[in-house]
């Protein structure tokens, strides 16, 4: 106990002498400018390799002018993930990973069929606008006795949303390429 108390009286006075030495800090280190001319991300703030943390956003590696085909915040085809939201928008959204190209949509009871409602999940597969690259996921339940109760759907439905959501893709490719 005694060695205890000896170490804690030599460390105590080391803790505060070094709370004490402070700096003053200057005002032309808040500039704005500080860090702003560096890529976020990288060591050394040049386009020499490492990047730590961050996504690249220089504009190196990017095949087809597609934003979701570059390094940027998309990790899914940008129209595709664009269409998908669209397409779905009648429905409340749940959740939705950008990076994962997953979309969940919450409960939705049309007003003409109080008894039934719908959720969908819709899955971008890719960072190319492909066919195949969205797939789309239809659940229906029905209120009987007071209690919902998982019914069949038709998978024509879930067919009739994936090419709702390819039409309004290509519409949106459309669109921006004409820009």
């Known amino acids: 106990m005694r060695k205890l108390l000896a170490a804690s009286a030599l460390l105590l006075p080391i803790a505060l002498v070094a709370c004490g030495q402070g700096r003053i800090v200057e005002n032309s280190e808040y500039r704005d400018d500080s860090g702003r001319n560096r890529v ?13 943390l961050g996504t690249d956003r220089s504009g190196r590696g990017r095949n087809d002018g597609n934003p979701g085909d570059s390094g940027g915040a998309l990790g899914v085809n940008a129209y595709l993930w664009r269409a998908t939201l669209d397409t779905l928008s009648f429905m409340p959204l749940s959740s939705a990973d950008p990076f994962g190209g997953v979309i969940i ?48 759907i038709a998978q024509a439905t879930a067919t009739d949303l994936e090419d709702k959501v390819l039409a309004r893709a290509r519409e949106l490719r459309s669109a921006s390429a004409s820009l």
């Open 40 to 52: 976020q991300g990288r060591l050394s703030g040049n386009q020499d390799g490492l990047l730590i």
């Open 105 to 152: 949509t919450d409960w939705y009871a049309p007003p003409a069929a109080p008894g039934e409602r719908f959720r969908a999940t819709a899955y971008i597969l890719g960072r190319q606008l492909r066919s195949d690259g969205v797939r789309v996921s239809v659940f229906r339940q029905e209120l009987r006795g007071g209690v919902w109760v998982d019914a069949p």
